[in-house]
């Protein structure tokens, strides 16, 4: 009589799925995972920073509307272009795109965060590594300074060589040991960066992902271009009236949408005093 595998077939299935998920919480604590959330955390704020500017900006133009009676065709057309400028930098302002952004970057991080220190990845990180000491050694040598316990870095290398006198800049940078060091540092970052990208490309989970921020943002530019009114194009307005009424309309469709996609981050308009509103 033949044996019946099912429930060992169902344990295994729920073994490997309760083990995936432990496996992925233990990952998502990870340094790579801590880096990922900064990076997140930095488009969010210059997200918020940026529409919160583009929202003044917009009120800045409504309320010099809003201050006439009537409107040349030229000053419309100045307003309308400025108020199209303003619309193009919110498109890549919305929730929807930052949490595509966010889980994009939490996979890359989970693909990094499994690589062994065997690995191919983890051997070229090391060299980077290696590669940046040796940049740190040569730099202080040359400038006859101690070298300090910190490892050097793209930024406090550029911190440390602007505080030189510019002489002494040319000097380093012209050094056949300083140059030596630095290409084998860029050739190390480069080749960090393909095996990035080729452990990205393999994955089919971040081409899921990253197909769908690509997606999240074509929609914001689709959304964008829906709400324009057919009033935007101020150089076919031949009354004064109507050219006003239509920066008007468009300053405030402009700021409802900016104060919309700040709430859906979950910030706040900065304080204004533009526009009636």
């Known amino acids: 009589m033949p044996r019946s595998f099912g429930p060992a077939i169902i344990f295994l299935v729920l073994l490997s799925t309760n083990v995936d998920a432990q496996y992925r919480g233990h990952h998502r604590n990870s340094s790579y995972h801590r880096h990922a959330t900064a990076i997140v955390q930095a488009q969010k704020l210059q997200m918020i920073s940026m529409l919160q500017l583009q929202v003044v900006s917009a009120n800045q133009v409504l309320a010099n509307a809003e201050s006439k009676s009537a409107m040349s065709q030229s000053l419309a057309y100045d307003a309308m272009s400025k108020l199209n400028q303003i619309r193009k930098e919110m498109e890549s302002a919305n929730s929807e795109m930052h949490e595509a952004f966010h889980e994009l970057q939490m996979i890359e991080a989970d693909i990094l965060a499994v690589q062994d220190d065997r690995s191919e990845f983890a051997e070229a990180t090391r060299a980077v590594k290696n590669s940046n000491q ?132 979950g910030a706040k308009p900065m304080p204004s005093n533009y526009g009636k509103r």
């Open 134 to 265: 040796d940049v740190h050694r040569v730099f202080h040598q040359l400038t006859q300074t101690p070298e300090g316990e910190k490892i050097s870095t793209d930024d406090s290398r550029l911190v440390e060589i602007s505080r030189l006198p510019e002489s002494q800049r040319i000097e380093i940078k012209s050094n056949p040991d300083y140059k030596s060091a630095m290409v084998e540092l860029s050739t190390a970052e480069q080749h960090v960066a393909d095996i990035r990208r080729k452990l990205l490309d393999n994955s089919k989970e971040w081409k899921d992902a990253k197909h769908t921020l690509d997606k999240a943002r074509q929609e914001s530019r689709a959304e964008i271009a829906k709400s324009k009114p057919a009033s935007m194009t101020a150089a076919h307005q031949n009354q004064e009236t109507q050219n006003l009424r239509g920066v008007i309309e468009n300053a405030k469709l402009i700021v409802a949408q900016g104060e919309l996609r700040l709430r859906q981050l």
